[in-house]
């Protein structure tokens, strides 16, 4: 079963584990991967996702009740309304704030695409701090997308020289098979979709929906509850 976080007559919102897909994709998967047949199982109504989170991403998950709903919330997003906060824990150092503009092409043949992404350190462990590997340095950031690029959280980070760990495609697999095998995180990113803000298509109301702290994040820094209070 999927954790509801919120839920009304027209919104229901969970927290997506790492390795569940949104919707199905082209490859065939067993019914319990994906977050839209779980959930539609779970309430035994239909659901529509309004946005996506990666497979390997986990957090907030937002799904309509309905059709009208789904495309009024879907408006919301594609209209910049719907403010996004993710967590991460990067390998290397990282400023207190910084932001990105590099373009984003979703794909070779593509042209590039602005893109935007606002980022905050909340904790650094420099170098030293971890006997397995004394040259390590984590740092756990907040990142907020201003526009909704393919893969833009990553790729931005990738290109300021900090990786997400776990990240087997932008990280390499040398170096995230390393810091997995570290912290004990299998084959996980650490990557998670911890807010979203948005204003309720209906009611009007302001709804902000956060997701718990993620609990392999806390293998890398226990002290993370803390921090975010």
């Known amino acids: 079963m999927l954790e509801i976080l919120f839920q009304d007559e027209f919104l229901v919102a969970v927290n997506k584990p ?3 897909m949104v919707h199905p994709g082209r490859e065939p998967e067993p019914r319990e991967n994906i977050a839209m047949k779980v959930l539609r199982d779970q309430l035994g109504a239909r659901v529509h996702p309004i946005h996506r989170l990666d497979r390997p991403t986990s957090g907030v998950l937002l799904f309509a009740l ?64 971890h006997p ?45 098979h390393r810091l997995c095998g570290m912290f004990d995180l299998g084959t996980r990113m650490l990557l998670q979709a911890s807010t979203l803000e948005l204003v309720h298509p209906h009611s009007g109301e302001a709804l902000k929906i956060t997701a718990p702290i993620d609990v392999d994040f806390l293998k890398c820094f226990p002290e993370i509850e803390s921090a975010l209070d």
Not at 136 to 161: D, E
Request: glycine residues 8%.
């Open 18 to 20: 790492a390795g569940m």
């Open 132 to 176: 397995a590997d004394p040259e390590l340095g984590l740092a756990l950031i907040q990142a907020r997308p201003v526009t909704g690029r393919f893969h833009q959280i990553r790729r931005h980070l990738l290109a300021a020289g900090t990786p997400i760990v776990g990240d087997f495609r932008y990280a390499g697999e040398a170096l995230s």
């Open 66 to 129: 309905d059709k009208k709903t789904a495309g009024v919330a879907q408006q919301a997003f594609e209209n910049r309304l719907v403010k996004k906060t993710y967590l991460a824990v990067i390998a290397g150092s990282a400023q207190e704030q910084w932001s990105c503009q590099e373009p984003i092409q979703p794909s070779p043949d593509d042209p590039p695409q602005a893109a935007e992404t606002h980022f905050r350190r909340i904790l650094f462990h420099p170098a030293g701090m």
